[in-house]
């Protein structure tokens, strides 16, 4: 019941045999030691070990390793540039968008791609016009980022990092 | 967890085999719902049988004008797809008003219909459940029951359905398509899914093996107007405590066409024929409404811990129609 799986991780190329049982979650953080993905509630209530797979944020901790032989998983510790922040991080920093920080690779990935959503047109369940382009707004904002919990109640600073990466 | 094989389906028919063989073994879509009973110890497959990379990962025109939204189309997908938004809204606002932005990207079309049915005291281990334990008792009869069902529930579990999509899709007559031994079949969306009965562990009408394949959208016709309320304990990311999806046709101020399902008081998305019959050729006026609610919530029966529930439901299915009829009053 093991199973030998190939994941790029961050740009890298990383191999690794895994119980059938482990989460993407748990290969990155205990078999592979990519820490940035946390484990806050491990059932998807809290967002904390958010990873974009595909470039499309989802939660690790819900889905299996084994399932992804093969894909491309991008963590907070890859998204920067060499040594420039990307810009989300970049807005966190300027903005306090944090307090303890554990909630934070995974705020930013998410945020990341919330921003590719909306850019691309997709509604939410505050957008009033389900086919007009979409203006992230507080509202729009909080509710798109509603996977994501914040314990230290970072709520204020975390909007206003996403607000000003999102230059609304 | 228990240790479980990992499989790979690379066509329907060989993947339905497998199941249909092995009484242990269980499909695996987008995992969201089924992985997480596997850590509490709820779901205790002996082989999982990955049907996400099948060819059922796409939105296609139908010849009647109509959609066909493959089983592995991503909730995320699903709701923002430009006919879906344009021509089914009520799905796509469904859509929205369910789970978070990473859920939904992983969440797809069948796996969502199949998350469990289920309360507090079902994803417990360490209480009873007739649906997790069938004859062991159900722990929210008496117990804490605000989440729980006011309409179709039995002695046996008062569970609630918690989709937010499939009480979309049961207003806009669609059929579910099912891959079986026998080939294929389709099955009416209300169809689908059971009131819990004495067999509150049997949430769907499928056999074991039996591998949903598309869900059908019938053409919407003529321009309908529709609406998806949702009211929660919190603005977001939570169960209804009631919803209602409503698709309506008016002329001359009245009725003349409507469906309505309502979520998060059944063990199923509950199609509210009472209503419908009320408001089918009724004026579209406010007391039409509250006759309609009331019809449909007579043979509501409350918990200890819902009770309000059933003014919610009125409240929110009236404001609902009220709100998509207010220029032809």
């Keep these: 019941m093991h199973a030998d799986i190939e994941i790029e991780v961050d740009g890298e190329v990383r191999s690794t045999t895994v119980d059938t049982r482990t989460t993407l979650l748990d290969a990155l953080r205990d078999r592979l030691g990519v820490t940035a993905p946390k484990k806050g509630c491990d059932h998807g209530q809290c967002g904390a070990c958010t990873v974009l797979l595909h470039g499309r944020r989802v939660l690790s901790c819900l889905t299996l390793a084994v399932a992804h032989d093969g894909a491309v998983v991008t963590t907070a510790a890859g998204v920067a540039v060499g040594d420039a922040l990307h810009p989300v991080q970049e807005a966190f920093v300027d903005h306090d968008g944090f307090q303890c920080g554990f909630c934070t690779p995974g705020q930013i990935c998410s945020a990341i791609a919330m921003l590719e959503e909306a850019a691309a047109g997709h509604p939410s369940h505050v957008t009033d016009d389900l086919v007009a382009p979409v203006t992230l707004d507080d509202d729009e904002i909080r509710e798109r980022m509603s996977g994501n919990l914040c314990r230290c109640g970072a709520y204020v600073n975390i909007l206003a990092a996403v607000r000003s990466a999102a230059g609304t | 967890m228990r240790p479980f094989d990992y499989e790979v389906a690379t066509d329907a028919p060989s993947a339905v085999a497998v199941v249909v063989g092995r009484a242990d073994a269980a499909f695996l879509g987008g995992g969201t719902n089924l992985i997480d009973h596997m850590k509490l110890g709820i779901a205790d497959p002996a082989l999982l049988v990955d049907v996400t990379r099948l060819p059922t990962g796409e939105i296609t025109d139908r010849p009647d004008g109509g959609l066909r939204i493959g089983a592995t189309v991503r909730n995320s997908d699903l709701a923002a797809d430009r006919r879906v938004r344009e021509r089914y809204p009520v799905l796509s606002q469904a859509l929205l008003a369910g789970a978070s932005g990473q859920i939904r990207n992983m969440a797809t079309t069948a796996g969502n219909l199949h998350q469990r049915t289920r309360c507090v005291y079902f994803q417990d281990v360490t209480t009873p459940c007739n649906k997790r334990e069938p004859g062991s008792g159900c722990s929210a009869l008496g117990g804490y029951t605000r989440y729980h069902a006011i309409l179709g529930a039995s002695e046996h579990c008062i569970a609630t359905h918690p989709s937010d999509m499939a009480v979309g899709l049961a207003v806009l007559d669609a059929s579910v398509i099912v ?44 321009p309908v107007r529709s609406a998806y309320r949702k009211v929660r304990d919190r603005a977001s990311y939570a169960f209804a405590l009631v919803s209602v999806a409503v698709v309506l046709s008016v002329d001359d101020a009245t009725v003349t066409d409507v469906r309505i399902a309502l979520g998060g008081v059944a063990h199923k998305p509950w199609r509210a024929h009472r209503a419908e019959a009320v408001l089918r050729g009724a004026p579209a006026t406010v007391v039409s409404y509250e006759r309609a609610a009331d019809a449909e919530l007579e043979p509501a029966a409350p918990q200890d811990g819902n009770g309000f529930k059933v003014p919610m439901t009125r409240a929110t299915l009236v404001a609902t129609l009220r709100d998509l009829t207010t220029e032809d009053r």
């Design chain 2, 179 to 222: 891959a079986g031994v026998d080939g294929e079949r389709s099955v009416p969306f209300e169809d689908l899914h059971r009131l819990p009965g004495d067999r509150p562990d049997l949430d769907t009408t499928l056999a074991h093996g039996e591998l949903v394949t598309a869900v059908d959208l019938p053409a919407p016709g003529r």
